[in-house]
């Protein structure tokens, strides 16, 4: 494998889809309300450059801070990382989760500066406290001693980034408000984003536990932990419909529930699954499922200014 191709695999773009599936989202409940201040296709085109550089750099972090602890050996069921390989050594990993740090922070400093200007200093100073934050939690997913995807923390902060910093955050760079039915899109897309992390785990799940990292997987054991799968896709898929309908989507917008099915599909796969290393193709089916349910339903959500 040659250095290129080492590092386009380190930045894993299967997950990049799914990362930007929550500002897609956001950005369709936006634009109804939306007043024209600022440009919107600047913010939402900043918005997917930020988020994408975000999710390399955490794949970077993830490669490097699972290579030098030994967690990527050769138990792991997965594909080999770059790091593990020694394709690329853990230093060059380092400069390059160092590198991506700051192109992320520069894309969310310009991001922040169209959608607020130079006038509204402290929603300003929020977001970049914020952005700083995505880069640190990018970070210690599994780097440092303290590494949170070492404690099973991991569901819970792809649930805040994925899921309510993305789509609550991305809607709130439109129109500086917010309410409370938004908590329903933000829901059903940090569910399906931790419904590829949790498989993810599933699959690792005996290797995870003999090196120690300690996902929430390996907390509930294989049999709790598909339970835990098919509660947070169907309640992220109830969630999606309940906004919708909140939303008054006319019943031509609902072809969106079409990308219910691969979802459906996917919880009798995981139930009728006994090999772990079998659950490594669901997670591209899952994000990807993701992806294009966030897009179905967006173009619904848009649609609707046209239908009614």
Known sequence: MNKFKAWVDAARLRTLPLSVSG???GSACAYESFEGKTSFLGIFSLAIL???????????ANDYGDGVKGTDNDTRVGPKRAVQ???ITAKEMKNGVIVTSLLSLISA?????I????????????????GISCVGAAIKYTVGKSAYGYRGLGDLFVFIFFGLVSVLGSYYLYNQSL????????????????AVLNLNNMRDLISDKASGKNTLAV????????????????FALVAILIYAIQRDIPWQ??????AFIPFIKHIVVVYNNKIPRELDSEMKKVALGTFFLSLLFSIALLLKNFIL
């Open 50 to 60: 930020t988020t994408l550089l975000l999710q390399i750099l955490s794949n970077f």
């Open 85 to 87: 390989s020694g394709v």
């Open 23 to 25: 500002i897609i989202v």
């Open 219 to 234: 907390k509930l054991g294989a049999v709790r932990a598909k339970y835990y799968h098919y509660f947070i896709i169907l």
């Open 115 to 130: 959608s607020f200007g130079k006038d509204d200093f402290g929603t300003s100073l929020f977001f970049f406290v914020l």
């Open 253 to 258: 917008g609902y072809f969106f529930v079409v």
């Open 109 to 113: 400093i310009l991001l922040i500066y």
């Open 179 to 194: 309410n409370a039915w938004l908590l329903l899109p933000a829901i059903a897309v940090g569910n399906l984003s931790i």
